[in-house]
């Protein structure tokens, strides 16, 4: 059985991506640095292993990976959020990048040894549209973005020759996970204002795309930046 590793896997966006990778067939590993109860419901809902490692510590990551063996398909979803103006936000955009840009680095680079010795393999990183747009009080978390879709253009080059294909999603507004925890009632209706599908995201809206992208389906897809996003 193929295995897949979702990093930030317990909550939100993370955890559909897991139930639809599991769904595909996969054998998933919810990867979770805090949420360990939510981290092992996950898992026993859907076959699945959880394992602990913080993202931006590269000796856990490389643990984690030693535990885990050699896997099929990647997806780096595991991030923070930051709002405010940035003379605040800028004393906290190392927190933020090693986590939401470092973090997919660690991964990355541990994985590695593994897909290049199967020749074969899919990452999907998981960027944001503010990442390709920029969003107002939200500029270190949105450059950290920008930072991880780049990583993916840049690698896809890098490494289709070693028949590894890497991918970017880029959510839109969704109504889950850091969307809803940052933002009450009203803001939610005036962000689904703007979208013009009308409705906001939801996580199996991301899921799907990555779920897609991982799969047999698009073998001849790497170097892409896929916004679900409603048309925002």
């Known amino acids: 059985m193929k295995t897949a590793l979702v990093t930030g896997g317990a909550r ?11 769904a595909d067939g996969y ?20 076959g699945s292993v959880a394992v602990r490692a913080d993202v931006s510590d590269f000796a856990a990551v490389s643990g984690m990976f030693e535990r885990l063996g ?19 936000a800028a004393e906290r955009w190392r927190e933020v990048f090693d986590v939401n840009f470092g973090g997919a680095v660690n991964v990355i680079r541990a994985a590695l040894p593994y897909f290049l010795r199967e020749k074969h393999g899919a ?13 107002s009080c939200e500029s270190i978390y949105a450059a950290s973005k920008a930072a991880v879709a780049g990583l993916a253009k840049s690698l896809a080059a890098e490494l289709a020759p070693s028949g590894i294909r890497v991918n970017c999603v880029a959510p839109g507004i969704i109504g889950a996970g850091m969307t809803t925890d ?51």
């Open 27 to 46: 054998r998933v590993a919810v990867n979770f640095n805090r949420s360990e109860a939510e981290a092992a419901a996950l898992a026993s809902e859907t």
């Open 12 to 22: 939100g966006i993370g955890a559909e991506i897991c139930r639809a990778l599991a």
């Open 70 to 88: 050699g896997v099929s398909a990647l997806v780096c979803n595991a991030a923070v959020a930051d709002y405010g103006v940035f003379q605040d």
């Open 123 to 135: 990452i999907v990183v998981v960027s944001s549209v503010w990442g390709l747009r920029g969003a």
């Open 182 to 232: 940052a933002f009450g009632q009203s803001d939610l209706a005036e962000l689904r204002a703007r979208v013009p599908l009308g409705r906001l995201g939801t996580a199996r809206d991301v899921a799907d795309a990555v779920a897609f992208l991982c799969s047999g389906r698009a073998e001849y897809i790497t170097g892409q930046v896929l916004e679900v996003g409603g048309g925002l």
